[in-house]
């Protein structure tokens, strides 16, 4: 038995969490993300009873199916990615389910193909779901899920936006739209898209993805921090010397080389998910709970970032790419350049790391590293933030530097949970040494959502609390786009403090690909102008 879930439970403000029926309109419906997340999303959630059930779900692509055939390649790919192996495989859950699904051919690019959405959306045609069952109703809500590369996001915002399908016409219902990432390119790229999208979807109607704050563990940073008091008092300079963000992973970068070799470790993690657990690690507590407050906070953080001169930045940073080596499970990796679809001479990074620092009051001058890497040997993602270390008198002045600094680990995956690290005494021995409290969340819940379940659930509650609001996504290219310049700028065969790229072997430890590029640790506090 366990005593955490024995204890009794704040249920939070339950009208927040509260989906609400709607057509679920994935366009890209027949790509990757749809077969791999959304729809294996969709299914879980409905074998969880979370789905309303008047919702309908249809998918929109350019290949001509019918519906009954988009259902049977739809129930291959949820029975294989569904959380419930025994259930999906129930023949009458995947029946019950797929007739709730249907399927619209659409080309994105082409004006005249929106006919049959506007016919859904504006008149509740029924006979553009192919066999939709005399009793089901179709919902006034519309949730457009754009699961399609980000060139078409403007191009179909404009298409339903002219057919009078976008979220500032007059509706019975709301309209959402829901934007995958990447969110553009660089601070230039991410604002034209969003002139563009605000051109028919109000800015409370776009939903911009980051699935890393839909998983369990990065929701649990604001509850951690804000709903508890031993912790808060000692989040700040007076006691943290540094902090750490890291995301590891052990694959290359697979058949996404077409994506990648333009956008980097920098554009495609540092920007959004590490620049996101960076600011729900550092911000102050919100006014209240409301997202508004919540998302002001995380973009007060982005504002105190440093704008730092193009020498600064490259001292901060550190660019590697993998080289032939081999993977955990012992298979041969190629060199990065002989990878599909990429540039035989591309300089692009396949690790990143920057370490920056928040001139605010609560963290100035504590050095705050954010790196990722592709390739490596291990495969995790964690938040550590270092305390200071104790006087230099008792056991300090005999231990130094063997007296290992407390720590807090925030795991994200896998193993989500939280460390804390202490010094003990070793029994029997006149001696101290580290020690840790460890909880696991795997062991105090059976219920464990996919970070594409959450977002699903959020968007169609209308709560945006864990999507990222324009400001926020423009805030973090700019830092990020100092980065590509001074990179761009520098010789790729330079020392890697002064922003050369420097070649790791696939399958390398973390470890030593840091002490490899000579991630800097800073600790001195700078006092700066012209904060970002
Ligand atoms: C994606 C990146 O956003 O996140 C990928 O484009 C990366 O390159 C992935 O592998 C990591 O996500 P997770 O959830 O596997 O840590």
């Excluded at 943290?240 to 058949?255: C, F, H, S, Y």
């Excluded at 001169?309 to 490259?314: C, K």
Aim: with cysteine.
């Amino acid at each position: 038995m366990n005593i955490a879930t024995d204890m009794p439970y704040c249920r939070l403000d339950a009208t927040r969490f509260s989906p609400q029926p709607a057509l679920f309109i994935v366009f890209g419906a027949s790509g990757d993300l749809a077969n791999r997340k959304i729809f294996p999303a969709l299914y879980d959630l409905y074998l969880e009873k979370q789905l309303p059930d008047e919702l309908l779900m249809v998918g929109a692509a350019r290949r001509n199916y019918s519906t009954k055939e988009f259902r049977e390649i739809l129930r291959a790919s949820c029975l294989a990615h569904s959380r419930h192996q025994d259930e999906a495989l129930h023949t009458d859950a995947w029946h019950a389910f797929s007739q709730r699904v249907f399927y619209i051919q659409n080309d994105v690019a082409d004006p005249q193909s929106y006919e049959p959405i506007r016919r859904l959306v504006g008149e509740q045609d029924r006979s553009v779901l192919e066999g939709l069952a005399p009793h089901i109703a179709i919902p006034h809500n519309i949730l457009y899920y754009l699961a399609v590369t980000p060139e078409f996001f403007p191009v179909i915002s404009e298409n339903l936006g002219r057919m009078g399908c976008g979220s500032n016409a007059s509706a019975p219902g709301w309209r959402r739209l829901v934007v995958e990432k990447p969110y553009g390119k660089d601070q230039r790229s991410a604002a034209s898209l969003t002139e563009a999208l605000h051109k028919w979807f109000e800015e409370r109607d776009i939903y911009r993805i980051d699935h890393y704050l839909g998983k369990e563990a990065v929701q649990n940073l604001l509850h951690f921090r804000f709903a508890n008091t031993i912790f808060e008092p000692v989040w700040n300079r007076n006691y943290i010397d540094r902090i750490e963000i890291t995301v590891a992973e052990q694959e290359g970068i697979g058949t996404r080389g077409g994506y990648y070799d333009g956008f980097g470790a920098a554009r495609d993690m540092l920007q959004n998910h590490l620049t996101q657990l960076l600011c729900l690690t550092v911000m102050e507590p919100p006014a209240t709970l409301s997202p508004e407050h919540i998302r002001d906070e995380k973009v007060k953080i982005l504002r105190a970032i440093p704008d730092y001169s193009p020498q600064e930045i490259l001292a901060r940073a550190r660019r590697g790419q993998y080289a032939v080596g081999t993977n955990a499970r012992g298979e041969p990796v190629p060199d990065y350049l002989n990878e599909a679809k990429v540039r035989p001479d591309s300089t692009t990074e396949t690790f990143a790391s920057l370490t920056l620092s928040v001139e605010n009051w609560r963290f100035s001058g504590v050095p705050i590293t954010l790196r990722t890497g592709k390739a490596l040997a291990e495969k995790y993602s964690e938040i550590v933030l270092y305390f200071k270390r104790p006087p230099s008198a008792l056991f300090a002045a005999q231990c130094g530097d063997l007296l290992a600094p407390n720590s807090l680990t925030v795991r994200i995956q896998p193993d989500e949970g939280i460390w804390l690290s202490f010094n003990a005494k070793v029994p029997g021995e006149p001696a101290i040494r580290a020690n840790s409290l460890r909880f696991s969340y795997r062991e105090v819940a059976d219920y464990f959502p996919e970070a594409y379940e959450r977002l699903i659930l959020d968007a169609l509650s209308g709560d945006s609390t864990l999507f990222i609001r324009a400001d926020e996504s423009e805030l973090a290219w700019q830092v990020i786009d100092k980065l590509e310049a001074a990179w761009a700028s520098a010789d790729p065969k330079a020392a890697p403090e002064s922003g050369g790229l420097l070649k790791y072997q696939a399958g390398i430890s973390l470890r030593d690909l840091i002490a490899q590029v000579r991630e800097p640790v800073l600790r001195e506090p700078v006092l700066r102008e012209g904060l970002v």
